[in-house]
T-cell receptor, first 115, second 115 residues
Framework: DSGVTQTPKHLITATGQRVTLRCSPR?????VYWYQQSLDQGLQFLIQ???????AKGNILERFSAQQFPDLHSELNLSSLELGDSALYFC??????????????FGPGTRLTVL | KNQVEQSPQSLIILEGKNCTLQ??????????LRWYKQDTGRGPVSLTI?????NTKSNGRYTATLDADTKQSSLHITASQLSDSASYIC??????????????FGKGTKLSVKP
């Protein structure tokens, strides 16, 4: 158990809908990262937050948005869902701000299925 | 273009044998290189993290090497166990000012250890 929690574990929805994925980091970790893993693409970095502020952006679509709240939990919002958005979404947390040589601890993931 | 290439794509070995997984990257500038182990349907678990000044790092039966000149890394697994069956992912981080920069993920090597 990494100490990072994600809810829900599974989510099934229809195209065009909007969903929210939730992540609670390990106690003491200020950085939260979101990743998408689909079968044909492997893991892709989406976005990083540090203590409530956005720090780095990866391959995140404009239909997706995220935020980190004062209690440090984070939410990833996915809207206008398409079939291709079906994937595993992972959240990770770490202590360091700059994402240097620190360990990221991954949550168990949320499996999103868009029908 | 920043890329991380892993080989082989998949590997089957017998329990107790050693194996070496390869990672070549073209990410520049370079900040650090990580190896992750990911069991099917689970979040990745960090094995090693190396900066450009480190050329070897061990974590139990896992030993990673890094040659920053040739932009190559390897992960050596000694005395393999059935529980080593997983995907092993190489991740390279570029350095962009004070932010995490872009994380480039390899597609992974799927290792199967047979009894």
């Amino acid at each position: 158990d990494s100490g990072v929690t994600q809810t829900p574990k599974h989510l099934i929805t229809a195209t065009g809908q909007r969903v929210t994925l939730r992540c609670s980091p390990r106690s003491g970790d200020l950085s939260v990262y979101w990743y998408q893993q689909s079968l044909d693409q492997g893991l892709q970095f989406l976005i990083q937050y540090y203590n409530g502020e956005e720090r780095a952006k990866g391959n995140i679509l404009e239909r997706f948005s995220a935020q980190q709240f004062p209690d440090l939990h984070s939410e990833l919002n996915l809207s206008s869902l398409e079939l291709g958005d079906s994937a595993l979404y992972f959240c990770a947390s770490s202590v360091a701000r700059e994402g240097g040589p620190d360990t990221q601890y991954f949550g168990p993931g949320t499996r999103l299925t868009v029908l | 273009k920043n890329q991380v290439e892993q080989s082989p794509q998949s590997l089957i070995i017998l329990e107790g044998k050693n194996c070496t997984l390869q990672c070549n990257y073209t990410v520049s500038p370079f900040s650090n290189l990580r190896w992750y182990k990911q069991d099917t349907g689970r979040g990745p678990v960090s094995l090693t993290i190396m900066t450009f000044s480190e050329n070897t790092k061990s974590n139990g039966r896992y030993t990673a090497t890094l040659d920053a000149d040739t932009k190559q890394s390897s992960l050596h697994i000694t005395a393999s166990q059935l529980s080593d069956s997983a995907s092993y992912i190489c991740v390279v981080s570029g350095y962009y000012g004070g932010s995490q920069g872009n994380l480039i993920f390899g597609k992974g090597t799927k290792l199967s250890v047979k009894p």
